[in-house]
Every structure is written in C-alpha cells, then in structure tokens.
C-alpha cells in the first residue's frame, strides 16, 4: 500500500508506491545527526513528486553524490535524489511520512562519520 508525506508547511508533497517500512535508518555523519534524519531509501520509479517542484532547493556537500532536496519555504528536507548500485534511489525522510509510527520502526546505525 503507497504512502505519503510533505514538507511542514505542505508545499511540496511526495508519494511512495511501496509498502510503508518497518526498518529504518540513522546516520551520525554531520548533515543527518544535525538534521535527525531517519531514512529509507526507494527506486525512482517508486517515488512520486506530486507537488511543489518549484519550492525544492538543492544542497550537496561531501562528494556530492546525494542531492539534498529541501523546501525554500519551510526548510525541510523530504527526500534525497541519489543512485546506488541498483540504480537511482530516493532517500525519504521518514519523519516527514505522518502515516509512520518512527518509535515503532527496527532502526539500523550507519556510520556515515567514518565514510
């Protein structure tokens, strides 16, 4: 069953044609620790923008291999445009997906810090 999500001030909403996940991931690098991200990531073809494209700002650091996608409005990150080895993925933010119950989910540690 899909779901869905937003920025905080609505803007710029996203759907996922997928299954809500019961796993989640955190990253104590410098952007996600700061940001308190929990991730999940999904192919392309998954994801849905269903609106605001012209609120998205860019931001990239590191290698730049992740495009950061923010709102302009409100400053949250919904998602991330990436590619992995099985092709090109969405990260989401899973605190922007209302539907999620974030202290239910099996939480992986990743130690982006040490990349």
Known sequence: MAYEGSCHCGAVTFSV????PSEGMTCNCSHCSRKG???TFVPVDQFT??????HLTDYLFYKHNITHQFCKSCGTEPFALGKSPQGEMRAINLRCVPSIDIDALTIQKVDGASF
């Open 17 to 20: 044609a997928a299954d809500a």
């Open 37 to 39: 991200f929990v991730l």
């Open 49 to 54: 923008l269903e609106s605001g494209a012209a």
